[in-house]
């Protein structure tokens, strides 16, 4: 059948609707939704994998992240191989297991929650008595003093076990109270049953946290209390809080098994032979976690630092590496080494923080990093050390590019790479920028303004040769700063081959140096990330390096701030997660490790653009530093 054109538009017609409404549908089911006033009434302290919760008034379901706020009548569930652990404001801790539902309502003097299906743990966070109730299919459970387990499979019957204290059952209008160390069954239309366990867990402790070494399994010791009589034991462990799926089903003579374990989360229990009956019986189920051992490390400001001001004092910003397994960090700023004297604490659960009003002196900092699991330890890093000067006159901008001796090619300059770049100082409101093929400026080529630290000049004009350039900033009273260094670079038609360097000897007794590292892309230029879905870093490295470690900064002013870190043994390092980026400055550096320790580094500095530059102005782009007290970002 031939189409005419009349069907052809009609087809065009069709297939733009359906990429509009699959876009908005898109954008709809991965926004995150605003909980505006809504009464905040816990946090997501830890979640691994999949975990969602949807609003009262919503009917799509939103993707929770750590430390996530949880607001009145939510409804949360997790994903297979999901779990979290939610604190609520009264101190109740709820731990979801995996394909888990319930939902919240914390409204009038009777809180509730409607349990749906899984299972998941509640423990009452205070000496008292709690009034929260937990409902599901007409039954209840007053929480009481009990620190509860729950398990109910889709539309099947409920379970209960009680760990401590004890908890009141309300079924079939008749109330039962069940007792520490023993479980209650409720079925619809029949008689609560409680039994006591005969075989209590006691290691690992409910929701302990092992920490594994990079290439090693975490060593987990497994330890339980059969009642007198019990000797047959049989240990099971599982990633399902069923048992479907069985890790380990070991005969056991004794109470003790120890083996290792890899990242993830498990579940545990014992089962015993009744003497009597030659039955198994079996004990609760423990969960326990292993995570990777993360390190705690201060990025910025690093140590021994050196800010400078003339008249505002700078704006500092702190960053340090955010740990999965934290719930929260606790900032300290100090005059003293010793930290007798505190500038500045803060509890935070972001891993930044920026201050605008520290005096000029010598300051120390640290971070504590607060575990979401109990019994795991803080984590604790620091101090660092940096000072605060205050100068008479403002400090000359670092020219980046062209640096000193580069050749800039005519190919560059027409793909609109041929950039000027410099490290500014947040007091100046503009800089001068100066060109000249005289090394002492008796006569300019070009002598012009810039709000940004970055211009392009219409290199067409000036032809090939030899240049210099030179920067001088210009602060909002109209005080000029101190001039940059000269920079010698040269235009050229294209590059000289680099000259291949004579082979030096080398003395038995002197360990030969390593290769050098090369910066590939991007380096000195212009990023168009219009249309991209990554950015790629390459290098350049001799053989028998460990590995490299990637950092990299955006750049505001003087100020540089870590967005991203990780650890490759090869180039590249990609970065797909773009909402760490934005437009302007940014620069990254690259360690490199041989034999366990830094051998060398390099740094590069490019600029990110959603057009090309060249199609910029200068009055389109301002950059500002507001005035604040502190500010956080995750």
């Not at 690093?302 to 900032?331: D, G, H, M």
């Not at 750049?555 to 540089?560: D, F, I, L, Q, T």
């Amino acid at each position: 059948m031939k189409l005419d054109k009349a069907d052809y538009r009609v087809l065009i017609l069709l297939l733009l609707i359906a990429v509009g409404f699959t876009s908005l549908f898109y954008i709809d089911i991965n926004k995150k939704i605003d909980i505006g006033d809504r009464e905040i009434i816990g946090t997501i302290h830890f979640k691994n994998n999949i975990v969602q919760r949807k609003l009262e008034d919503q009917v799509v379901w939103e993707t929770l992240e750590n430390n996530s706020p949880l607001t009145n009548k939510d409804t949360i569930r997790s994903e297979a191989f999901s779990d979290a652990i939610i604190r609520l404001k009264d101190g109740t801790e709820i731990n979801i297991d995996e394909n888990s539902m319930f939902n919240l309502d914390l409204s009038g003097d009777k809180p509730s929650l409607e349990f749906s299906q899984g299972s998941m743990q509640v423990k009452n966070g205070t000496s008292k008595d709690s009034n929260l109730v937990i409902k599901s299919q007409g039954s209840e459970i007053d929480v009481g003093s009990g620190n509860l387990k729950i398990e109910k499979e889709a539309k099947k019957d409920l379970s209960l076990f009680v760990e401590n204290g004890s908890s009141k059952i309300t079924h079939n209008g008749k109330q039962i109270e069940v007792e520490s160390g023993k479980k209650a069954d409720l079925v619809e239309g029949a008689e609560v049953t409680v039994k006591k366990i005969p075989v209590k867990l006691a290691l690992p402790s409910s929701q302990q946290l092992y920490l594994s070494v990079e290439g090693h399994d975490a060593p987990v010791s497994f330890n339980w209390q059969p009642d007198a009589g019990y000797t047959e034991s049989q240990l099971e462990v599982s990633r399902s809080p069923l048992f479907k799926l069985q890790l380990i089903k070991q005969q056991v003579s004794g109470n003790n098994y120890k083996t290792g374990f890899k990242e993830g989360t498990y579940y545990w229990r014992v089962k015993v032979k009744d003497p009597k009956t030659e039955k198994w019986e079996s004990s609760d189920v423990g969960k326990f976690f292993v995570a990777k051992d993360e390190p705690l490390r201060l990025d910025t400001p690093s140590n021994q630092t050196e800010f400078s001001y003339v008249t505002e004092p700078p704006l500092i910003n702190f960053s340090w590496s955010k740990i999965t397994t934290a719930r929260a960090y606790k900032f300290e700023l100090s005059d003293t080494a010793q930290f007798t004297h505190l500038v500045k604490s803060l509890e935070t659960e972001a891993n930044t923080l920026s201050f605008d009003d520290l005096a000029a002196g010598e300051y120390h900092w640290r971070i504590t990093a607060h575990s979401s699991f109990p019994g795991s330890p803080d984590k604790k890093v620091g101090p660092n050390h940096f000072k605060i000067k205050k100068n008479e006159s403002y400090p000359a901008p670092h020219l980046i590019r062209p640096s000193n001796g580069i050749e800039i090619t005519l190919e560059e300059i027409q793909k609109g790479q041929a950039i000027m770049i410099w490290e500014g100082n947040p007091e100046l409101v503009k800089y001068k920028v100066e060109l000249s093929k005289d090394p002492k400026f008796a006569s300019t080529l070009l002598s012009k303004e810039s709000v940004s630290n970055f211009f392009t000049p219409n290199w067409k004009e000036y032809g090939q040769g030899v240049f210099y350039a030179r920067i001088r900033g210009i602060a909002e009273n109209g005080k000029e700063g101190e001039v940059s260094p000269v920079s010698r670079f040269t235009i050229v038609d294209k590059k000289t081959p680099d000259e291949i360097p004579k082979p030096e000897e080398i003395k038995k007794d002197d360990k030969p140096k390593p290769p050098p590292l090369e910066l590939i892309s991007p380096f000195n230029t212009v990023v168009e990330m219009k249309g991209k879905q990554s950015i790629v870093f390459t290098w350049k490295a001799g053989p028998g390096a460990d590995k490299f470690e990637f950092v990299l900064y955006q750049v505001e002013g003087a100020k540089r701030t870590a967005v991203f870190r990780s650890q490759s043994k090869t180039s590249p390092v990609t970065i797909k997660d773009l909402s760490l980026l934005d437009e302007g400055p940014f620069s990254w550096e690259l360690i490199e490790y041989r034999d366990g320790e830094a051998t060398q580094s390099r740094k590069g500095n490019f600029i990110i653009t959603l057009d090309q530059l060249k199609t910029l102005k200068s009055s389109d782009i301002q950059f500002i530093s507001p005035k604040r007290l502190y500010k956080e970002g995750k």
